[in-house]
């Protein structure tokens, strides 16, 4: 037994209750669902779990109370629950999951329950029997839906067995779990990982005797491990889903990497699961819940753990489990290197934006970040001025050790008068999206004048530094260099662009300094009216007043699209 991580978890969730609770009586009636019932659950575990503050507390009947009555009036007469997607079974799979766990817990005491936790497991009972048929029989739309939806029909089945649940987790399993060769699933994605796939197929083991479904968990577990960083995030730029736009925190891994570290005596998890408990702890009362129903995760990690209360980067066990000569996730193509105290990330896995930039591609533009230390380029984005097509996005990767290449090729096309055979006497003519643009135009019988712009983008890291040779093909245009730093430091070398927030190089070196960490950058090219420092996310977003302009630091390094450009990142300590 843990006791020391099992007290900082109970702590942990003491906390998030009682701030929950100075805000109940006004939040609750506005409730969606899933936070209901996630609010539910920390009630119901703090008031079973006996080294609580809240062990047994007649505060928290009247709370609890409130939240059933929002859950049974949010339930619709199909018993599923409404949100974004109506009548949804896999949104419904969310909330049913976590009722489920409520109700493990109640039934797990060692003595019958009290009148208020008999009451909650009636009412909590009532929504399972009311959603039972329409979970078994429902559909969902992305992939991860599939394993949410059979976890909580394999609990629903294991609290209350009915015919039919079982046989219809057999269909969904028998697709086949959407596992890429390198471990990530196919929606390439840490938060639907941590949220989703990976809980629910640890439940779907558990719940229906199917221990074959870790393996999945291990293999996704192990292709994250060198992604993670060491102020507490981990890469999500690849992704497929909505955090290829943010800095996703590491945290919610923790349960993970602890129950397989436990049930394997993998000395690599147990580093792992070490280095994410002294981050802030992701839903401590729903570990907590967790932990009381789960005895692998109770148990002490293999190893030692750091020195409590350590921060996050103190602590390199994580690193050992990291090739010397970086990373690899050839599906996602993105590859990591890490040398002299500096990390190259290189990102060249986009999808295809066909039929546009939509949820379920990999889209963000950036391909390269680079740290040292505190110090930390972010994004770093390519703009050219091209029939406003956006920025750079790799269609071809190549990597050779240290070496990553990426490519691209594009093209747009000025339209010739119609044959006379297409000529139309009324003037109508076939609606069409021709690539940029729909219209009237019957595009795809007309002749074209077509131009066309190849960039190449190599990236050597080796030596604390990553070299960028740039070149261009084709059309002679406007480009724009975008470096974005994470704030909290300060910059040399640059110029201001009037008020704008921005910067631009325009000779020699620029450095980025945060502490005893600095990036240094360049050289920069000499500003022109015809080299704007602007970024331009493309027509796709622009048409519809929006944007994927990243948040930070803006240095930008303009030019021409004529011929080659290098360009360097160097680590540096300040003695340098």
């Given at each position: 037994m843990d006791a020391v991580f099992l007290n900082r978890v109970a702590e942990a969730a003491d906390q998030a209750v009682q701030a929950m609770l100075e805000t109940h009586d006004a939040d609750v009636a506005a409730l969606a669902h899933r936070p209901a019932m996630g609010r539910l659950l920390a009630l119901v575990t703090v008031?079973?779990?006996?080294?609580?503050?809240?062990?047994?507390?007649?505060?928290?009947?009247?709370?609890?109370?409130?939240?059933?009555?929002?859950?049974?009036?949010?339930?619709?007469?199909?018993?599923?629950?409404?949100?974004?997607?109506?009548?949804?079974?896999?949104d419904s799979a969310f909330t049913l999951n976590d009722v489920c766990l409520a109700l493990s817990l109640i039934r797990a005491l060692d003595t019958p329950p009290d009148p208020v936790l008999a009451g909650v497991d009636a009412r909590l009972r009532g929504i399972v029997s009311r959603a039972t048929d329409a979970m078994v029989t429902g559909g969902v739309h992305t992939p991860n839906h599939r394993w949410e939806l059979c976890a909580a029909l394999a609990q629903m089945d294991r609290l209350q067995p009915r015919p039919g649940i079982a046989e219809r987790i057999s269909e969904w399993l028998a697709e086949g779990i959407d596992q890429l060769p390198d471990g990530m699933y196919s929606e390439r994605s840490p938060l639907y990982a941590t949220?989703?796939?990976?809980?629910?197929?640890?439940?779907?083991?558990?719940?229906?005797?199917?221990?074959?479904?870790?393996d999945h968990v291990r293999r996704n577990l192990t292709a994250f491990l060198p992604w993670f960083s060491p102020d507490g995030s981990v890469e999500s730029v690849f992704s497929r889903r909505q955090d290829q736009w943010?800095?996703?925190?590491?945290?919610?891994?923790?349960?993970?990497?602890?129950?397989?570290?436990?049930?394997?005596?993998?000395?690599?998890f147990a580093a792992a699961a070490a280095w994410l408990e002294v981050l802030p702890l992701h839903e401590p009362a729903k570990l907590l819940a967790l932990s009381r129903l789960d005895p692998w995760l109770r148990e002490a990690l293999p190893g030692s753990r750091p020195a409590e209360g350590a921060p996050p980067s103190s602590d390199t066990s994580i690193h050992a489990a990291m090739a010397p000569a970086g990373a690899a996730l050839e599906s996602c193509g993105v590859y990591r290197f890490r040398d002299a105290g500096s990390v190259t990330t290189v990102f060249g896995g986009c999808d295809a934006l066909v039929p546009g930039v939509v949820s379920g591609l990999a889209a963000n533009p950036t391909f390269l970040r680079f740290a040292h230390g505190a110090a930390v380029l972010t994004d770093v984005r390519?703009?050219?001025?091209?029939?406003?097509?956006?920025?750079?996005?790799?269609?071809?990767?190549?990597?050779?050790?240290?070496?990553?290449?990426?490519?691209?090729?594009?093209?747009?096309?000025f339209y010739l008068p119609l044959p006379a055979q297409k000529r139309r006497a009324d003037g109508i003519y076939t609606l069409e999206h021709e690539g940029r643009f729909s219209a009237g135009m019957d595009f795809s019988s007309r002749p074209t004048a077509v131009h066309r712009l190849a960039t190449d983008v190599a990236v050597q890291a080796d030596g604390g530094q990553a070299v960028l040779d740039i070149s261009f093909e084709g059309a002679d245009t406007a480009f724009a260099l975008e470096l974005t730093f994470r704030p909290g430091g300060t910059l040399d070398g640059v110029t201001p662009l009037g008020g704008t927030g921005a910067f631009q190089l325009v000779e020699?070196?620029?450095?980025?300094?945060?502490?005893?960490?600095?990036?240094?950058?360049?050289?920069g090219l000499p500003a022109g009216p015809d080299t704007p420092a602007a970024y331009n996310p493309g027509e796709s977003y622009r048409y519809l007043a929006g944007t994927n302009a990243t948040g930070g630091v803006k240095v930008y390094i303009t030019g021409r699209t004529r011929g080659s450009h290098r360009f360097t990142l160097r680590g540096l300590h300040r003695s340098s």
């Open positions: 008031f079973t779990e006996p080294g609580s503050t809240f062990y047994g507390s007649d505060g928290l009947r009247e709370p609890m109370a409130v939240c059933l009555d929002r859950l049974e009036q949010l339930q619709g007469p199909t018993g599923l629950f409404d949100g974004t997607n109506l009548c949804s079974p896999p949220a989703v796939t990976n809980p629910s197929l640890l439940t779907i083991a558990d719940s229906s005797g199917r221990p074959e479904l870790l943010m800095t996703f925190d590491a945290a919610p891994f923790l349960h993970l990497y602890r129950r397989l570290a436990n049930q394997d005596g993998r000395q690599d390519l703009s050219r001025s091209f029939f406003d097509l956006g920025p750079f996005r790799s269609q071809h990767t190549v990597a050779n050790g240290t070496a990553v290449t990426l490519s691209e090729e594009l093209e747009a096309n020699g070196m620029g450095r980025y300094r945060v502490g005893a960490d600095a990036i240094e950058f360049g050289p």
